[in-house]
């Protein structure tokens, strides 16, 4: 049987790999220059100056291949579960073959077990070695200013991608069984793929592990003085530079007062008047986003912000919320596990209606 | 003689309402060619479906050649099968077709096979989608024989094709027959192909078994009479009357009996198959229509 799947499977399968090829190759070329541009402007810049210059010209380099790779991991698993997880089983049952294979001297349970087996094994690999050669490539770029726990970074490094296809690739199989028909299989493997990402990764990815809670003070963390969301003007909070919270994911940064209160934007104004000269500032990004939120103090109202941060830090500190760097491997190993374990009980439940429904 | 394919109030039913077969009982023994014959969705396919493994029966039981069909790699093994519309894989070639065969089936008889094709002048590197209907006919032939089946289950093989096509599928199919003493159950629609090749016929109509025999005795047993005009109540008892006809003075009627006809007011004729199916079709589709004449006159 394994003769007939991979037939089926072959020309299919040798494309693409061989696209996986062509793109690796374009990666060996140009990776080593991003190490040694990385050694000559990143590394040295603490010595020089003006480091987030360097750094953000550095991300600039190969920009046009850093949007496609981005585009290429983002929707190769997807691929995968709609060209060869939906058309797996829906077009033998649409054209009829299956009544041919099904009439060999090979029950059907090995057929599909072979099929999904073999195409399941495909579509990891080439999963597994597209992230490794983005992962490998994409390392300066990542260690100059990236942090790996941001939202879409996360989920094209790593392993993350092969949990990522082999559930699109069990979704498209187990769809394309109880649809009967290629294409509508194949569109509703794209929906239901997109849609169990999306939710897995706003909704489920923040709860996998408890976050750590840390305490600092005003003096440390307060950047500004903003008005989020059409709110009041208040007193907002970053992450303070301290090496332990680089990369970290952080989730809030709240001021609150000894018994969890949290700063008031009246108590704000009464303690430090001076603030309302200084008018509006713009808006800091939220602090439950993972990117590095860098303290910038209000211009031109630095020093009457630090003037009332230590004012109120008698009485306030800043709490923060996060997932400390070290726990990366432990998010990309739980949520890859959490999606192939899907995967293999999509495959299961395969078999069940083969059984079941089909005869 | 042991039994080919044996049903027993074999029963299908699609979905919650639509049966495509009806208390289905009957005993085909082996080493015939046998005739599935009856209109478009009188069962036949599902009769099929049901003997080779692709569908499980709603009610009652089939076994073929013994055993349950598709019970496993050894019975799928005894069994060949050409399925309605002949399948096949469009982006594979002919060559991987054979192959396909050698590694699916362990008793493959890959040079008989590989003979085959070649009397059909079939190019192997040709895609099995570039094939003509009867080229495929005859790859599907090819793929069902070379596993060396003990049964034979072809589905309409015929129907999609001209009547020289047709013919030579017919008449490979025969030599096969004898060159490899294999039991054969054919479906078709079209009597004058089942004439030429079976030797045992069995008539599906409206999801039931109307007629299952040999050909012979079928053949021996059926006549068609033709008198003076007779109420139908007068007739001799053993007398099965399948079709009657009646005008004005006269009286045409194809009955079953086993007793030799005396009476010499009936000019007696033998029946040929095609009589026989066609009367044993018709009898059915008048009876379909009464019932559901009488079912629509009910409040």
């Known amino acids: 049987m394994t003769w007939l799947a991979w037939r089926q499977l072959r020309t299919s399968a040798i494309a693409t790999f061989g696209a996986l090829l062509a793109l690796a190759v374009v990666l060996a070329l140009t990776g080593p220059d991003l190490v040694h541009l990385y050694d000559t402007t990143v590394k040295p810049c603490p010595s020089i100056g003006d480091c987030s210059g360097a750094v953000a010209a550095f991300g600039k380099k190969y920009n046009f291949l850093q949007q496609l790779l981005t585009i290429v991991m983002q929707v190769t698993p997807a691929l995968l579960g709609v060209f060869w997880g939906a058309p797996l089983i829906a077009r033998e049952l649409e054209t009829g073959t299956y009544r041919l294979a099904w009439t060999q001297s090979v029950t059907r349970t090995r057929w599909l077990a072979t099929k999904l087996a073999l195409t399941g094994l495909a579509t990891a690999a080439l999963a597994g070695l597209l992230s490794l050669a983005v992962t490998w490539w994409y390392a300066p770029l990542d260690k100059a200013g990236t942090n790996r726990f941001d939202g879409s970074v996360f989920g094209e490094r790593g392993i993350t991608p092969i949990g990522y296809a082999l559930f699109a690739f069990a979704v498209g199989a187990l769809l394309g069984l109880i649809i009967r028909r290629t294409l509508p299989a194949m569109a509703t493997t794209l929906v239901a793929f997109i849609a169990v990402r999306l939710v897995f990764s706003q909704l489920i990815r923040p709860h996998l592990l408890a976050p750590v809670r840390a305490t600092f003070t005003l003096g440390a963390t307060v950047n500004g003085y903003a008005s989020s969301n059409g709110g009041p003007t208040n007193l907002t909070a970053g992450n303070p530079s301290d090496a332990s919270l680089q990369n970290a994911w952080i989730y809030s940064a709240r001021i609150v007062d000894a018994s969890g209160h949290a700063l008031t934007p009246q108590a704000t104004a009464s303690a430090c008047p001076q603030l309302a000269n200084v008018g509006l500032q713009t808006p800091l990004p939220p602090a439950g986003s993972a990117g590095n939120v860098h303290a910038v103090p209000a211009p031109g109202g630095g020093q009457a912000l630090q003037q009332c941060a230590a004012k109120l830090s008698t009485s306030y500190h800043t709490v923060l919320t996060y997932q400390p760097a070290n726990r990366y491997w432990t998010f990309q190993t739980l949520e890859t596990a959490i999606f192939a374990a899907l995967a293999i009980t999509l495959g299961g439940a395969a078999f069940w209606y083969l059984h079941k429904r089909l005869s | ?299």
């Open chain 2, 1 to 299: 003689m042991s039994s080919a394919l044996t049903a027993e109030g074999l029963g299908k039913r699609y979905g919650r309402r639509r049966w495509a077969l009806t208390d289905c009982t009957l005993e085909v023994p082996s080493g015939h060619v046998v005739g599935l014959v009856g209109p478009n969705g009188s069962g036949k396919t599902t009769l099929l479906n049901l003997a080779v493994g692709l569908l499980s029966p709603t009610t009652g039981t089939i076994s073929v050649l013994g055993r349950n069909p598709g019970d496993g790699p050894a019975q799928l093994a005894r069994v060949g099968f050409v399925a309605q519309d002949t399948p096949t894989y469009v982006h594979l070639s002919v060559a991987d077709h054979l192959g396909l065969g050698t590694h699916l089936n362990p008793g493959w008889d890959a040079q008989w096979a590989k003979n085959r094709i070649d009397e059909t002048g079939i190019d192997t590197t040709q895609k099995a989608g570039q094939l003509s209907g009867g080229q495929r006919a005859q790859l599907a032939l090819t793929l069902a024989l070379a596993k060396r089946p003990e049964l034979l289950l072809l589905d309409e093989p015929a129907a999609g094709l001209d009547p020289l096509a047709r013919r030579e599928f017919l008449q490979t199919l025969m030599v096969a027959v004898v060159d490899n003493g294999v039991s054969v159950v054919l479906s078709s629609h079209l009597v004058a192909d089942l004439e030429r090749v079976c030797d045992y016929l069995i008539v599906l109509a409206a999801a039931h078994v109307e007629l299952a025999g040999e050909v012979e005795h079928l053949l021996a047993t059926h006549r068609r009479l033709v008198g003076p005009r007779r109420d139908p109540k007068n007739l001799p008892s053993d007398w099965r009357v399948i079709d009657a006809r009646h005008t004005d003075r006269q009286t045409t009627l194809l009955v079953r009996t086993d007793t030799p006809i005396h009476d010499p007011a009936w000019a007696v004729e033998d029946v040929d198959l095609e009589d026989l199916v066609l009367a044993y079709m018709s009898q059915t589709s008048h009876a379909e229509r009464n019932r559901r004449a009488s079912l629509r006159m009910q409040p």
